[in-house]
């Protein structure tokens, strides 16, 4: 899901001699497809895992690995970067990095680069445990460096532990997190995603087609920008944002509840969950058999919107409507009934956008009046919203 933060970003990324240097080939990628432009730094050993030309045909710029065929290239390059980037990063570079040492392209640029920079560490368990290895590492958070933490799983060696170098999508997160605008610095914001399960027996229950797209992108913007983000999730095929803090729930009143337990402590609750309209009156504790045929009755689920909006110390609160067409005067209304601050109106049944999509368009309902956008990606959405919200509240967290 793309966002307009790398666009015409120049990334300078360094890949240093690891096994993992062919998973930066997935970062040039999706750097790539985020409109962002990267030229490509290379240590001597790098190059026997992966060839400049592979990095040259993904990057479409020439890869830089030896400073005396390419004279003072390590001081214009840095000039021009927004970001510098090491992925993979061995213990042997951060010891160089920590050390002040500067013999290659990647730690003679990195020396002459004035900006952010991130570095993703790949190595055996047992080395990145090393107290001299974390020595070091500690010396580049002083200096305002960015680890993006490895991850757990089978290691090159044939062992398992701490080491694989971070995926190429938390990569990017990072990255453009280090790269967004910090407006939401302070604010705590609540956020509900997904859909909702009503039970009619062990087996069956009542949902709806949510996929918590539009909740996790939410998330991912309100956490770029600064925001410390709860989010309440439903049951979804999709993975919890990296650093979000996540209550899973089922059922509307299980929303409800965790609403309502956590409202009080933030100052944004956007309910982007598509909860249940009805649940059944009642539910068998066995399955019940398909011979007999089965007649539901159903009551109206609880109304999370509303129990918030009643609150003594409520935050400021953002509903969705979703809609089967331009309905647009039902969520007005919906505005009205719930107490909201505002609405989020979508037309489920729009081409491209919707339900399992990564594209929305959206109209922001308030006080005001309508305000109408385009097609979009689900995380441009979430930006316009969020800068909505910052407009209602006078630049609260800027």
């Not at 993992?20 to 409109?35: G, H, I, M, N, T």
């Not at 757990?152 to 605008?181: D, F, H, P, Q, W």
């Amino acid at each position: 899901m793309s966002s307009p933060i790398l666009k015409d970003r120049k990334i300078l990324l360094a890949v240093t001699g690891g096994i993992a240097a062919y998973k930066s080939l997935e970062v040039v990628r999706r750097l790539r497809s985020e409109d962002a432009s990267v030229t490509v730094l290379m240590t001597e050993a790098s190059t026997r895992f992966v060839t400049p030309l592979t990095f040259e045909s993904l990057s479409g710029n020439r890869v830089y690995t030896d400073v005396f065929s390419s004279p003072l290239v390590h001081i214009s390059l840095p000039e021009e970067a927004h970001a510098f980037l090491i992925a993979p990063a061995t213990a042997n570079t951060i010891g160089k990095i920590a050390s002040g040492i500067a013999d290659d392209m990647v730690t003679l640029s990195l020396l002459a680069f004035r900006g952010p920079v991130l570095y993703a560490p790949a190595m055996n368990q047992r080395m990145y445990e090393h107290p001299l290895v974390r020595r070091n590492m500690n010396t580049l958070g002083e200096m305002g460096y960015e680890e993006i933490p490895p991850e757990e799983g089978g290691l090159a060696c044939g062992g398992y532990g701490v080491g694989r170098m971070a995926s190429a999508e938390r990569i990017i997160e990072a990255l453009k997190g280090r790269l967004c605008r910090k407006d939401m610095a302070g604010l705590k914001v609540l956020v509900t995603a997904g859909p909702t399960r009503e039970y009619i027996d062990p087996v069956r229950f009542i949902s709806n087609r949510s996929s918590g797209k539009m909740g996790h992108a939410l998330c991912r913007v309100a956490m770029r920008r600064g925001a410390d983000v709860t989010l309440v999730s439903g049951p979804t095929a999709e993975g919890p944002p990296h650093g979000v803090r996540l209550l899973r729930v089922e059922t509307a009143e299980e929303m409800l509840e965790a609403v309502r337990r956590h409202a009080a402590e933030v100052q944004l609750l956007v309910m982007a969950a598509a909860v249940a309209d009805f649940v059944p009156e009642s539910r068998s504790s066995t399955k019940v058999d398909k011979g007999g045929g089965l007649t539901l009755r159903l009551r109206p689920s609880a109304d999370i919107i509303k129990t918030v909006s009643a609150m003594k110390r409520r935050p400021f609160v953002i509903g969705f409507s979703a809609e089967t067409g331009p309905e647009i005067d039902r969520a007005g209304e919906k505005l009205r009934q719930k107490g909201m601050d505002f609405i989020v109106f979508n037309d489920v049944t729009f081409n491209g956008a919707g339900f399992d999509s990564d594209m929305n368009r959206i109209s922001i309902i308030d006080s005001g009046g309508v305000t109408d956008y385009p097609l979009m990606s689900k995380e441009e959405c979430a930006e316009v919203i969020f800068d909505r919200y910052l407009e209602r509240r006078g630049g609260v967290g800027g």
